[in-house]
Structures are given as structure tokens and as C-alpha cells.
């Protein structure tokens, strides 16, 4: 058996998908398809395997009633194959019977069956099984489907490297995860042999660099990072580290006559700073030999380098990653940015230079304007936007590539080995800034996998393309030794000088996801720095650490034309953030949303990952007026289309499935379609006072009490049973959460207890110790001093007459929010907010879809649940000329839905108003105050959401007009 090198497996593999790609008939083209299936390893068939191998077991005479197994390999594997279109586990099931029936000596460990275009491929365990019962009790241990176009990715499977060793193989979308756990275990045991943690990182980035270069290719000979190891230490580990440093010292050996061990002189010299300096030898064992081990049985070649960053960051300590506001970045979540950024309109644009007859020019200018691109990810992490956006770029000049050199063959021009045809965009055209040293050297690493990885491309891809032209040719294209590097500068980008990275004036495109970091989050620092770059005075602001980033990024590109495209929290573009933020961005620094995702959720398939709620937001000057803006929308309207679970038990829909796109004119703050560029500047600014002339609204009691004063249905009946004298100071509650269930919950009100009554009730006085000393803990002075009266709440709201509610926070799901009355002696807590007194027609406003859209567009989120505002929505809701003489039209209506309502008393309003749930008297009573509002608006009313956003808008710019 001759031994190949990856490299050429990999490029046999792509020509035997290619050449293979039309076949379907089982009889007159299974030999020869199997024996070039083996030759893309260097097998000769006719050495190791049989074709239509007969089953004495299965028949007497070798005419009549005999079987034929298709392709044997006696230990090795059974191959079945049918024509396309058969069912393959029914052909399973045929090749389990083959298999049953072969000597104990010869049976198989592996079955295949095929089509030609589809694989399935079973590892079986030890012990048979009736063949009726495979599917019941899964006789295999392992299995992998794939088609042959994908063949490439999966075919070192079938290297005879997995014939002779225990290799493990994963299927794509489980390899990551597994290898994430095995990292964090390694990790865990470096922590407990109290390595240096200074060196741990640098310890892994090697061990997975050696892993991946001789799995993909950059190192020649697969495999050989693995069985060296396994093969030149010893079993109990101890001379591990050792043969570790003697591979780090040949990868980065430039004048290879040094290398006097075998076997290392097998290594090549790469260069790149990734093996420069020696590490501490790690104390190994058996476990952490076993550890490697085990990883180096994974198929790194099919772990994308772009997710390497990812890997590393699951085995930090969940602590270390809500400081440094780390999120999990998917290949998906980063080309929603860079593809409305930048991807999407050269991927257009290459297409329309394809279209051309005469186009050679033109893609060589195409491909010099994409190795003139630089971009900047001023908080770059592990580098997964700098990877990805690589990667991609890379294969645009790829693509750009392979058709000039389709038409320079048809010339007979040379390109084999001409550098006018090789690739030119390099790692050096990426620029980052990142504070943590070890994710700068995972970013710099990762570039140089991606750049060895795509090198590969296009040697394959060139080959191909040679043989298809009768050139046998086989282009081997590598820029090992390293000689360019990406320039990644571990920094405070907050205190750095950007220009001092890369000019403003020749950055392409700025790209990242910053840390978020929450106002109450953020360490004293990140807070000074952020008051500091936001210049808003006073306090400071309550804006997210990422808004740094805006801001500091708006301003470094005054002096060039970059577009920006960054990942952030949510609340930047909702309530009082956007007023502190967005007059920085389009007033001081004059730039324009181009693009934007609203609200949708940043899944991760991995352990421990954040689960956050983003938006993605791309900028541009206001001075650079694009072709189009777009607007990713995740809401009700495109559910229906992306329902169910992923393969990690995720939602499908709304927020966690895919957007519904618009083209729009303009992108105000919110994250909305406005029809004008006055509109997409206008910033809806928190009032203390209503501007609409409607009664003041409050929030309800805050009793900071630790829960103390807090009791639901059966906390109470125990209380009462303890000591019946405290009844006459418990009181109803009313919060969002039990307002919405319709559960009762109580609360003790104690204002105004006499200390005899405190003396005589002892549990009353342990529940107000309880409560000071809970106070007594709180870093808060005001907390502080509410502790010196602890028998009080520190806010005390208490109606005495008829007040209307507002949950502060309420569901995604509810069409409107659930506005309810309540009467004495309830008492509302912090998580409402109350209007005492109210008229009958300001519950009609508050429950119409007018309202709503107000709410919905200006007001605060958490996480995806609609949060209301008394400043930002209710005081700010835009009313028409002579609103209030005609308001009171409303109170009919309103009464309407109350009656409704209270026809089912028993029915909660999270039920009521449930999309599933809601009935039709109430859906159409809710729909006649609908229009009943819309006209007090305009006559005519509106035919869409759109419509009624641009009107209250205009309201709401003249209403601001009129206070100044």
C-alpha cells in the first residue's frame, strides 16, 4: 500500500466527487467507482478486498439461491451497493445479514452502504444480534450519512491511518462541543497541577495548532502530531512534556540540519511566533497523556479555525467570562454582519463582472481590490469576525481566480506556477486590538490556520482544474515558512490611539462584537472610561460598555470612510440609552444606520455559552449615501415560517429563528423603518412629566425588604395560623407577575404599628429584624439608611381610591399589554406602575394597538419582553390637536373590553390575552377601540403599522417643537 500524503487525498478526493458525480446504476459501474473509492488513499482494492464475495451460509450452489456480499475487506469493512434512489437502510439491513452470515474470523468492524451519491456509514459493536432487531436495540455504535458532493469533508475517515488505529470520528455539528469538553478538562487538569496560568493558553493554542496543521495539511503528513505522541511516550505520561518541547523546537527550527531525532526532522518549520520561547514542562500523567490522546483522535479537519476562539473561550471560568463581556460567536451570527457590511454586494458584484465576455480584466482588478481591503476589529477577542471575514475574502479570490485561469488555458497561456494566478490577499490586510494577551495569540494563530487551510483550496481547486483541461499537472501552493502576519495589537482599545493600528484613511471596514457589559456590571474602570468617551456629563450616563465602541469608532472614522458593523446589547437601542447614545453618533459625528437586525437571540450550541439578546447594527457617514438600507426584522410576521427546535433543543421562531428582510429608506435609533431623514434622527427623549396632558403615573411601592414582607396564598395561611394578629396587616399585592397569573399574593404593610404591637407580635419583630439586617448588607447609602426604619418600606405607595396598573414588564407573546383596575386595599409594588383616579378613557388608550406601537418601538426591553417606561413611553406618547374634548368617545369601547373580561373572572389576563387563547368577542371588541383611536388620529385612520409610526413621529416632533 503506498503511502500518500494528505494533501493528495484530499485533492484524489475532490476529483473522484467530481468524477463520480453523475453515476447511478449499481451493475455497470460499482467496480470501478469502488476501486477508485480506495485509490484516493493509495489502496489497491485488488490487495485488501474482494468483489461479490460468496455467502455459503446463505445458499448451496453458486447459480441458484446464493448470496453475494458486494465488496469485502475480511475485518476491515462490508460494502453494499445499489443503485441511486434505493433506500439505504433497507440495504443496511440487507449488508447486517451478509455480515451475520461471514466466518467469525472475517466479519467486518465497519458496514457502508451507497448509492453512488449518498453514504451510510455503521462501526458495529462486538456482539450479533438477530438482524430483525438491529433497529430496536442499535447494533452500531457509530454512525455517519453524508452525500459524495461532501465527500471531501469526511473522506479521511476511510485513510488507512482509521484501518490501523482506534481513530474517533464525530459527526460536523458534535465536534466542536467535544472537543470544547476535552480542552476544558485538559484545562482542569493544568489548573490542578498548578501549572502557570500565564502558560496554560499558550500550552493549548500549540496542542491544538499541531493537531489541526497535520490533520488539514499544513503539515504534509497526516496524522503525525498524534502518532508520534502515541507512539514515543510512555504509557504512564512522564516523558510527555519532553517530546512535547521536542516537537515545538522543530516547528520553529529554521535551519533543519539541527534536528538530530528521528521522527522530528518530519516536522516542518513554520515560524509565525506561534512555537517561539520554551513553556514550563508540564508535570503529565497517564490521564493528561490520555487527554491528547484522545484529542488527537478527533478528524480536525473538519473543526473550522473560524470557531477555534470559541473552543477556548468554553474552557475559561464562567466568572472571567461575564468580566470580560464574552459571548459565543457562531459562523452564522457573524455573517449577519459581514454580509449586509460588505460580503453580499462583492459576492454581487463578482457575479456581474462573470457575466461579462470580456472579463479577465476586470476580475484582476477585482481581485487587487479585495487584497487593497483592510479591516479592524477594535475588540477582536479569539478573532472569530478577522476569521471569518478571511476566510470569505479568500474565497471570493478564489473564485475570481479559477475563472481567469479557465480562460487563460483556453489561451494556452501558463499559469502553473505563475504568481499572476495565485492568490494575493494575505493576513496582513486584518488588524485587531485586544486586550487579553491570550486571545491575541489565539486570534494570530487562528489567522495563519485559515490562511494554510485556503492555500490548500486552491492548490486543490487549481489541480482539478488542470486535470479537467487534460494537464496533469498538481499545483502545491504554500506560504509555509510564515513570512506576513496579521497585525493584532494587545492593548486597551479604549486608551489606545486607533490611528496608531491603521489609519483611519485606509480602513475598508471596521467589524466586532465589543463586550456588552451592563451599566451595573461595569467595574470602575470600564465605568471612568466609558464617562470619559461618552462626555455626557452628570453621572455619567447609564449606557452599555459597548456603546464605547460606537462612539470611539464614529469618531476614529472622521478622517476616513469606513463602514462600521457591530454586534450589541439590545438596550442601546431602546429607552433612555438612546437619547444619552445616538446624538453622539448621527449629530456630533454625522453618521447613518445602513443596516441593522433588530432584537433576536445570539444562540450557542455550546456548554456554558451566554445566551444574550442582541441587535447587529452596521454605520456608515453620513456623507456616503448607499444603494440601500436594510432592516432585519425577527417578529411574529416570519414565526410560521421557521418553527421547531435546532439540534441543541433551541427555538426556531420569532427572535431565534431567521429575519424577514426590508428594503428601507432610513433606520432611526430604535431600530425602525422611517419614511424620512428627519425621522431616523429623531431621538424620543425621556420627559418627568407627561407632554400629552394625560394624569400622572407612579410606580408602586418599594419595600426592598428581602422578600420578608412578601408571603403568597399558602405563606399566609401558615402565617395566620402562627399568630391570626397580623391579619389586620396584610394587604393584597399586585406586581407584573401575579397581576398577569391572577396567583394572590399579600404583603405586610407595617406603617404605623406602635411598638407595643411590635413587642406583643414577636413574629412581626423577627420579620423586621430580618428585614434591617437584609438592608444592613446593600452596598447602597440610600439602602443604608432605609435600614435605620426598617418596620417601613423604603417607597411607600399606597391608593386610596380606584387606581389603574401597568405591568412594568410583560411578555413578547401578548398583542397588547393587559391594563387592569384595582380598588383598596391593594397595593401595588415596584414592578407596576399606577395612575390614581383615572379616567375610563385613558385604559382605552393604554390597551389600544396605537399605544402599543409606541410601546413596542420607543420603550426598553428585557431580554425580549417588552419593558414599560412612565418617561420614556407614557409621558413622551404623542396625542392630536383637541385630543382630550374627543377622548371621552373612548370610554364606551373600554368599557366593552372590561365587561368582556369580567365574564370569565377566573380567567387570568395572561390567558385572556394569550394569542392561543384569546376569543373572538374580545379580539373584535379590542379591534373596534383599535379603530376608534386610529381615528381620533386621522379621520381616514391607517392602513399600516408604518403609517402609524410616521404619524406619531410627526406628533411627536411637533409636540417637542411646541415645549421649546
Same mark, same amino acid.
Given at each position: 500500500?503506498?503511502?500518500?500524503?494528505?494533501?493528495?487525498?484530499?485533492?484524489?478526493?475532490?476529483?473522484?466527487?467530481?468524477?463520480?458525480?453523475?453515476?447511478?446504476?449499481?451493475?455497470?459501474?460499482?467496480?470501478?467507482?469502488?476501486?477508485?473509492?480506495?485509490?484516493?488513499?493509495?489502496?489497491?482494492?485488488?490487495?485488501?478486498?474482494?468483489?461479490?464475495?460468496?455467502?455459503?451460509?446463505?445458499?448451496?450452489?453458486?447459480?441458484?439461491?446464493?448470496?453475494?456480499?458486494?465488496?469485502?475487506?475480511?475485518?476491515?469493512?462490508?460494502?453494499?451497493?445499489?443503485?441511486?434512489?434505493? $433506500?439505504?437502510?433497507?440495504?443496511?439491513?440487507?449488508?447486517?445479514?451478509?455480515?451475520?452470515?461471514?466466518?467469525?474470523?472475517?466479519?467486518?468492524?465497519?458496514?457502508?452502504?451507497?448509492?453512488? @451519491?449518498?453514504?451510510?456509514?455503521?462501526?458495529?459493536?462486538?456482539?450479533?444480534?438477530?438482524?430483525?432487531?438491529?433497529?430496536?436495540?442499535?447494533?452500531?455504535?457509530?454512525?455517519?450519512? +453524508?452525500?459524495?458532493?461532501?465527500?471531501?469533508?469526511?473522506?479521511?475517515?476511510?485513510?488507512?491511518?482509521?484501518?490501523?488505529?482506534?481513530?474517533?470520528?464525530?459527526?460536523?455539528?458534535?465536534?466542536?462541543?467535544?472537543?470544547?469538553?476535552?480542552?476544558?478538562?485538559?484545562?482542569?487538569?493544568?489548573?490542578?497541577?498548578?501549572?502557570?496560568?500565564?502558560?496554560?493558553?499558550?500550552?493549548?493554542?500549540?496542542?491544538?495548532?499541531?493537531? +489541526?496543521?497535520?490533520?488539514?495539511?499544513?503539515?504534509?503528513?497526516?496524522? /503525525?502530531?498524534?502518532?508520534?505522541?502515541?507512539?514515543?511516550?510512555?504509557?504512564?505520561?512522564?516523558?510527555?512534556?519532553?517530546?512535547?518541547?521536542? /516537537?515545538?523546537?522543530?516547528?520553529?527550527?529554521?535551519?533543519?540540519?539541527?534536528?538530530?531525532?528521528?521522527?522530528?526532522?518530519?516536522?516542518?518549520?513554520?515560524?509565525?511566533?506561534?512555537?517561539?520561547?520554551?513553556?514550563?514542562?508540564?508535570?503529565?500523567?497517564?490521564?493528561?497523556?490520555?487527554?491528547?490522546?484522545?484529542?488527537?483522535?478527533?478528524?480536525?479537519?473538519?473543526?473550522?479555525?473560524?470557531?477555534?476562539?470559541?473552543?477556548?473561550?468554553?474552557?475559561?471560568?464562567?466568572?472571567?467570562?461575564?468580566?470580560?463581556?464574552?459571548?459565543?460567536?457562531?459562523?452564522?451570527?457573524?455573517?449577519?454582519?459581514?454580509?449586509?457590511?460588505?460580503?453580499?454586494?462583492?459576492?454581487?458584484?463578482?457575479?456581474?463582472?462573470? $457575466?461579462?465576455?470580456?472579463?479577465?480584466?476586470?476580475?484582476?482588478?477585482?481581485?487587487?481590490?479585495?487584497?487593497?481591503?483592510?479591516?479592524?476589529?477594535?475588540?477582536?477577542?479569539?478573532?472569530?469576525?478577522?476569521?471569518?471575514?478571511?476566510?470569505?475574502?479568500?474565497?471570493?479570490?478564489?473564485?475570481?481566480?479559477?475563472?481567469?485561469?479557465?480562460?487563460?488555458?483556453?489561451?494556452?497561456?501558463?499559469?502553473?506556477?505563475? &504568481?499572476?494566478?495565485?492568490?494575493?490577499?494575505?493576513?496582513?490586510?486584518?488588524?485587531?486590538?485586544?486586550?487579553?494577551?491570550?486571545?491575541?495569540?489565539?486570534?494570530?494563530?487562528?489567522?495563519?490556520? /485559515?490562511?494554510?487551510?485556503?492555500?490548500?483550496?486552491?492548490?486543490?481547486?487549481?489541480?482539478?482544474?488542470?486535470?479537467?483541461?487534460?494537464?496533469?499537472?498538481?499545483?502545491?501552493?504554500?506560504?509555509?515558512?510564515?513570512?506576513?502576519?496579521?497585525?493584532?495589537? @494587545?492593548?486597551?482599545?479604549?486608551?489606545?490611539?486607533?490611528?496608531?493600528?491603521?489609519?483611519?484613511?485606509?480602513?475598508?471596514?471596521?467589524?466586532?462584537?465589543?463586550?456588552?457589559?451592563?451599566?451595573?456590571?461595569?467595574?470602575?474602570?470600564?465605568?471612568?472610561?466609558?464617562?470619559?468617551?461618552?462626555?455626557?456629563?452628570?453621572?455619567?450616563?447609564?449606557?452599555?460598555?459597548?456603546?464605547?465602541?460606537? %462612539?470611539?469608532?464614529?469618531?476614529?472614522?472622521?478622517?476616513?470612510?469606513?463602514?462600521?458593523?457591530?454586534?450589541?446589547?439590545?438596550?442601546?437601542?431602546?429607552?433612555?440609552?438612546?437619547?444619552?447614545?445616538?446624538?453622539?453618533?448621527?449629530?456630533?459625528?454625522?453618521?447613518?444606520?445602513?443596516?441593522?437586525?433588530?432584537?433576536?437571540?445570539?444562540?450557542?450550541?455550546?456548554?456554558?455559552?451566554?445566551?444574550?439578546?442582541?441587535?447587529?447594527?452596521?454605520?456608515?457617514?453620513?456623507?456616503?449615501?448607499?444603494?440601500?438600507?436594510?432592516?432585519?426584522?425577527?417578529?411574529?410576521?416570519?414565526?410560521?415560517?421557521?418553527?421547531?427546535?435546532?439540534?441543541?433543543?433551541?427555538?426556531?421562531?420569532?427572535?431565534?429563528?431567521?429575519?424577514?428582510?426590508?428594503?428601507?429608506?432610513?433606520?432611526?435609533?430604535?431600530?425602525?423603518?422611517?419614511?424620512?431623514?428627519?425621522?431616523?434622527?429623531?431621538?424620543?427623549?425621556?420627559?418627568?412629566? &407627561?407632554?400629552?396632558?394625560?394624569?400622572?403615573?407612579?410606580?408602586?411601592?418599594?419595600?426592598?425588604?428581602?422578600?420578608?414582607?412578601?408571603?403568597?396564598?399558602?405563606?399566609?395561611?401558615?402565617?395566620?395560623?402562627?399568630?391570626?394578629?397580623?391579619?389586620?396587616?396584610?394587604?393584597?399585592?399586585?406586581?407584573?407577575? $401575579?397581576?398577569?397569573?391572577?396567583?394572590?399574593?399579600?404583603?405586610?404593610?407595617?406603617?404605623?404599628?406602635?411598638?407595643?404591637?411590635?413587642?406583643?407580635?414577636?413574629?412581626?419583630?423577627? %420579620?423586621?429584624?430580618?428585614?434591617?439586617?437584609?438592608?444592613?448588607?446593600?452596598?447602597?447609602?440610600?439602602?443604608?439608611?432605609?435600614?435605620?426604619?426598617?418596620?417601613?418600606?423604603?417607597?411607600?405607595?399606597?391608593?386610596?381610591?380606584?387606581?389603574?396598573?401597568?405591568?412594568?414588564?410583560?411578555?413578547?407573546?401578548?398583542?397588547?399589554?393587559?391594563?387592569?383596575?384595582?380598588?383598596?386595599?391593594?397595593?401595588?409594588?415596584?414592578?407596576?406602575?399606577?395612575?390614581?383616579?383615572?379616567?375610563?378613557?385613558?385604559?382605552?388608550?393604554?390597551?389600544?394597538?396605537?399605544?402599543?406601537?409606541?410601546?413596542?418601538?420607543?420603550?426598553?426591553?428585557?431580554?425580549?419582553?417588552?419593558?414599560?417606561?412612565?418617561?420614556?413611553?407614557?409621558?413622551?406618547?404623542?396625542?392630536?390637536?383637541?385630543?382630550?374634548?374627543?377622548?371621552?368617545?373612548?370610554?364606551?369601547?373600554?368599557?366593552?373590553?372590561?365587561?368582556?373580561?369580567?365574564?370569565?373572572?377566573?380567567?387570568?389576563?395572561?390567558?385572556?390575552?394569550?394569542?392561543?387563547?384569546?376569543?373572538?368577542?374580545?379580539?373584535?371588541?379590542?379591534?373596534?377601540?383599535?379603530?376608534?383611536?386610529?381615528?381620533?388620529?386621522?379621520?381616514?385612520?391607517?392602513?399600516?403599522?408604518?403609517?402609524?409610526?410616521?404619524?406619531?413621529?410627526?406628533?411627536?416632533?411637533?409636540?417637542?417643537?411646541?415645549?421649546?
Amino acid at each position: 500500500m503506498a503511502f500518500i500524503s494528505q494533501n493528495e487525498a484530499l485533492l484524489r478526493a475532490a476529483r473522484f466527487a467530481a468524477e463520480w458525480k453523475d453515476a447511478t446504476k449499481e451493475k455497470q459501474d460499482t467496480h470501478s467507482f469502488l476501486n477508485d473509492f480506495f485509490g484516493v488513499f493509495g489502496i489497491d482494492r485488488k490487495k485488501v478486498a474482494v468483489f461479490e464475495h460468496f455467502i455459503e451460509k446463505l445458499g448451496t450452489s453458486k447459480k441458484r439461491g446464493a448470496a453475494f456480499v458486494d465488496l469485502l475487506w475480511p475485518k476491515k469493512i462490508l460494502i453494499e451497493q445499489k443503485s441511486l434512489g434505493k $433506500n439505504l437502510d433497507d440495504a443496511f439491513v440487507q449488508a447486517m445479514n451478509y455480515r451475520k452470515a461471514l466466518n467469525d474470523e472475517d466479519k467486518p468492524e465497519w458496514v457502508m452502504v451507497c448509492d453512488f @451519491q449518498n453514504f451510510l456509514v455503521r462501526r458495529i459493536a462486538k456482539v450479533d444480534i438477530e438482524v430483525k432487531d438491529i433497529f430496536e436495540h442499535r447494533e452500531w455504535t457509530e454512525e455517519y450519512r +453524508f452525500t459524495l458532493q461532501d465527500y471531501e469533508k469526511w473522506c479521511l475517515f476511510f485513510a488507512p491511518e482509521f484501518w490501523k488505529e482506534d481513530l474517533e470520528f464525530f459527526a460536523p455539528e458534535d465536534l466542536d462541543y467535544h472537543v470544547a469538553e476535552k480542552l476544558a478538562e485538559l484545562r482542569d487538569k493544568l489548573h490542578e497541577l498548578e501549572y502557570p496560568e500565564d502558560f496554560t493558553i499558550k500550552f493549548l493554542i500549540r496542542i491544538v495548532f499541531c493537531l +489541526f496543521a497535520a490533520d488539514s495539511g499544513i503539515i504534509e503528513y497526516r496524522n /503525525i502530531f498524534y502518532s508520534y505522541l502515541r507512539t514515543k511516550t510512555r504509557e504512564d505520561g512522564h516523558d510527555f512534556g519532553i517530546q512535547l518541547g521536542q /516537537i515545538y523546537r522543530a516547528l520553529n527550527q529554521k535551519d533543519r540540519k539541527q534536528i538530530f531525532i528521528t521522527g522530528v526532522k518530519d516536522f516542518p518549520y513554520i515560524n509565525g511566533g506561534i512555537f517561539d520561547g520554551n513553556l514550563p514542562d508540564a508535570p503529565f500523567d497517564l490521564g493528561m497523556r490520555k487527554i491528547i490522546l484522545d484529542l488527537g483522535k478527533k478528524n480536525w479537519r473538519q473543526i473550522s479555525p473560524i470557531i477555534f476562539g470559541t473552543l477556548f473561550e468554553s474552557v475559561m471560568e464562567p466568572k472571567e467570562r461575564r468580566e470580560l463581556g464574552v459571548h459565543y460567536t457562531s459562523e452564522e451570527n457573524i455573517l449577519r454582519v459581514l454580509g449586509p457590511l460588505f460580503l453580499t454586494e462583492l459576492q454581487e458584484e463578482l457575479e456581474q463582472i462573470k $457575466n461579462l465576455t470580456h472579463q479577465s480584466e476586470k476580475l484582476h482588478a477585482y481581485e487587487q481590490k479585495l487584497r487593497g481591503l483592510k479591516f479592524f476589529d477594535p475588540a477582536c477577542g479569539c478573532g472569530s469576525f478577522l476569521l471569518c471575514a478571511y476566510e470569505q475574502i479568500r474565497k471570493l479570490e478564489l473564485e475570481s481566480i479559477l475563472v481567469r485561469r479557465e480562460s487563460a488555458i483556453a489561451q494556452n497561456i501558463a499559469v502553473n506556477g505563475n &504568481p499572476d494566478y495565485e492568490p494575493r490577499v494575505n493576513v496582513d490586510q486584518f488588524y485587531g486590538i485586544e486586550l487579553n494577551p491570550t486571545a491575541q495569540a489565539i486570534t494570530e494563530a487562528a489567522l495563519w490556520m /485559515i490562511d494554510q487551510l485556503q492555500n490548500i483550496e486552491f492548490s486543490k481547486s487549481a489541480s482539478i482544474q488542470n486535470r479537467k483541461n487534460g494537464d496533469k499537472t498538481e499545483v502545491r501552493y504554500s506560504r509555509i515558512p510564515i513570512t506576513s502576519s496579521p497585525n493584532i495589537i @494587545q492593548d486597551d482599545a479604549l486608551e489606545l490611539d486607533w490611528e496608531s493600528v491603521l489609519p483611519a484613511a485606509e480602513c475598508s471596514y471596521i467589524i466586532g462584537n465589543p463586550p456588552f457589559v451592563g451599566a451595573k456590571m461595569q467595574s470602575p474602570k470600564q465605568r471612568q472610561q466609558l464617562r470619559r468617551i461618552a462626555d455626557l456629563g452628570g453621572n455619567g450616563g447609564t449606557l452599555d460598555f459597548v456603546c464605547a465602541w460606537f %462612539i470611539r469608532a464614529t469618531d476614529y472614522n472622521q478622517n476616513g470612510r469606513a463602514r462600521i458593523g457591530f454586534v450589541a446589547s439590545n438596550s442601546i437601542c431602546q429607552g433612555e440609552q438612546v437619547e444619552q447614545l445616538w446624538p453622539i453618533i448621527l449629530d456630533k459625528y454625522k453618521h447613518q444606520i445602513l443596516f441593522a437586525h433588530q432584537t433576536f437571540a445570539w444562540q450557542s450550541p455550546l456548554k456554558k455559552a451566554a445566551a444574550v439578546h442582541c441587535v447587529i447594527i452596521g454605520l456608515n457617514r453620513e456623507d456616503d449615501k448607499p444603494a440601500k438600507r436594510i432592516l432585519f426584522h425577527y417578529d411574529s410576521e416570519n414565526r410560521s415560517k421557521a418553527k421547531g427546535k435546532n439540534s441543541r433543543g433551541k427555538r426556531q421562531d420569532g427572535i431565534y429563528g431567521k429575519p424577514r428582510i426590508e428594503i428601507v429608506d432610513f433606520i432611526s435609533p430604535s431600530l425602525l423603518n422611517v419614511s424620512s431623514y428627519e425621522f431616523s434622527n429623531l431621538i424620543v427623549a425621556s420627559s418627568k412629566i &407627561p407632554m400629552n396632558g394625560f394624569p400622572r403615573m407612579i410606580f408602586g411601592s418599594q419595600p426592598i425588604d428581602g422578600g420578608h414582607f412578601h408571603f403568597d396564598e399558602s405563606q399566609k395561611n401558615k402565617l395566620l395560623l402562627l399568630e391570626p394578629r397580623v391579619e389586620k396587616f396584610l394587604f393584597p399585592l399586585i406586581g407584573a407577575k $401575579n397581576m398577569l397569573s391572577g396567583k394572590p399574593r399579600w404583603i405586610l404593610s407595617l406603617k404605623g404599628i406602635t411598638s407595643d404591637e411590635l413587642k406583643a407580635i414577636p413574629v412581626l419583630s423577627n %420579620i423586621v429584624e430580618s428585614v434591617r439586617e437584609f438592608r444592613l448588607k446593600s452596598l447602597r447609602k440610600t439602602t443604608l439608611e432605609f435600614a435605620k426604619f426598617p418596620d417601613e418600606f423604603a417607597e411607600t405607595v399606597i391608593p386610596k381610591s380606584t387606581f389603574l396598573c401597568v405591568p412594568r414588564v410583560s411578555t413578547e407573546r401578548l398583542k397588547y399589554i393587559p391594563v387592569a383596575f384595582f380598588e383598596p386595599p391593594v397595593i401595588p409594588n415596584g414592578a407596576v406602575e399606577i395612575v390614581i383616579d383615572p379616567p375610563l378613557w385613558l385604559f382605552g388608550i393604554l390597551s389600544s394597538a396605537l399605544h402599543m406601537l409606541w410601546f413596542r418601538n420607543v420603550g426598553g426591553k428585557l431580554k425580549s419582553d417588552p419593558r414599560y417606561s412612565i418617561t420614556i413611553v407614557y409621558n413622551t406618547f404623542p396625542v392630536p390637536d383637541g385630543f382630550h374634548s374627543k377622548a371621552i368617545k373612548l370610554e364606551p369601547l373600554a368599557q366593552e373590553i372590561l365587561d368582556i373580561r369580567a365574564e370569565t373572572p377566573d380567567s387570568s389576563l395572561a390567558t385572556l390575552y394569550d394569542p392561543k387563547f384569546m376569543t373572538s368577542k374580545l379580539t373584535k371588541a379590542h379591534q373596534s377601540l383599535d379603530r376608534a383611536v386610529d381615528r381620533l388620529y386621522d379621520p381616514k385612520g391607517f392602513e399600516t403599522d408604518q403609517q402609524r409610526l410616521a404619524h406619531l413621529f410627526a406628533l411627536y416632533e411637533k409636540q417637542i417643537a411646541e415645549r421649546e
